[in-house]
């Protein structure tokens, strides 16, 4: 008993624990935070009540030795002063619990004027951003800035996301900003985010959607306002053709081997065919620090690689791509590094 107890709580002990929602980083998630620590408490005393009638009853009203077999407790079935205390009682609480919780839905789904205003797509297995043409942070570019699996916000700055799916249920979360939202196929979901302080914050899709659910992460990167300023700045700026030497090849590449036709960058490639799924754009690629649904490190030129050698490494994947040799591997990365 003593080594299953400490396994339990062993297991929630983390000196690194960059998803822990007991953890909040903005105003929404101690929102959240301050509403779940006393449910927690009223679940315990709820929980240490309950048990110790059970407990009582066990050691009070255990059978003994010496008992005649016709010798029964008093029965309770049919007690209607019991029957009304027990069905009362769990609704007052729930009742207690409903008049705190009620406000904390709807300032979580209220949708300010001033936050920047953000698209997001859910998709098998990776998430888009959307930036519309918002010149109150920076965003004059008519064609707005797109981008996937690192969603930049300016940090204390609301954020009003605008969420859908292309394809299944999917679920938002990046539990130190806020909790989780939902993704559900032909509706549009209203999600607040907002960090005190600028940072890396770490989340990913909560609600299974397939294969490769597991591996579909996400990643918040809250900028200060001269991050947030350079960060907009880069977005807009129109990726280069490359004229000579391994990009350009590489760049030649990308159309022919299939990659365009999936994958859109702008001012190179405008036109996706209508029935390839859904795909990364991937304009500013290198502007990144992963990708493939957040899960392997774009900074290690490696993974890079290896994953255009096979994109199947990720269960799941809906990226179909010929055999290259290696001096295609090399040229089509030397074409992606260019984009920043």
Not at 45 to 66: E, H, K, N, P, T
Request: proline share 6%; hydrophobic share 45%.
């Amino acid at each position: 008993m003593v080594a299953l107890v400490s396994a339990l709580v062993l297991t929630g002990c983390a000196s690194d624990a960059p998803q822990s929602a007991l953890d909040p980083a903005g105003p929404f998630a101690r929102t959240l935070h301050n509403l779940f620590i006393p449910v927690v408490w009223v679940a315990t005393a709820v929980f240490i009540l309950v048990q110790g009638v059970i407990v009582y009853a066990v050691i009070r009203w255990r059978r003994r030795a010496d008992d005649d077999d016709e010798d029964l407790p008093a029965q309770m079935h049919g007690n209607t002063k019991l029957e009304i205390g027990w069905t009362i009682l769990p609704a007052l609480v729930l009742g207690l619990v409903a008049i705190f919780t009620i406000p904390v839905v709807f300032e979580l789904n209220a949708k300010p004027a001033d936050a920047l205003q953000v698209s997001v797509t859910g998709a098998k297995y990776w998430w888009g951003y959307e930036y519309g043409t918002q010149p109150r942070f920076g965003i004059t570019d008519p064609e707005g800035i797109v981008t996937a699996n690192e969603l930049h916000i300016p940090a204390g700055q609301t954020v009003q996301l605008r969420l859908v799916s292309d394809d299944v249920i999917h679920s938002f979360w990046a539990p130190r900003l806020n909790g989780k939202q939902d993704v559900v196929p032909g509706r549009e979901h209203a999600w607040l985010l907002e960090a005190d302080e600028p940072g890396v914050y770490s989340g990913q899709c909560a609600e299974y959607c397939g294969t490769s659910h597991a591996n579909m992460r996400l990643k918040v990167v809250a900028h200060d306002q001269d991050g947030w300023a350079d960060w907009v700045e880069q977005m807009q700026l129109d990726p280069l053709e490359p004229a000579s030497g391994a990009a350009a090849r590489g760049f030649q590449l990308f159309s022919q081997k299939g990659c365009a036709g999936c994958h859109q960058i702008d001012g190179s490639f405008e036109v996706v065919a209508p029935d390839s799924p859904a795909a990364p754009n991937l304009s500013h690629l290198f502007s990144r620090d992963c990708f493939a649904g957040c899960i392997y490190d774009l900074n290690d030129r490696n993974e890079l690689e290896a994953w255009l050698r096979d994109p199947q490494r990720k269960a799941g994947s809906l990226m179909v791509v010929g055999a290259l040799t290696e001096a295609e591997i090399d040229d089509l990365y030397a074409y992606l590094e260019t984009l920043e």
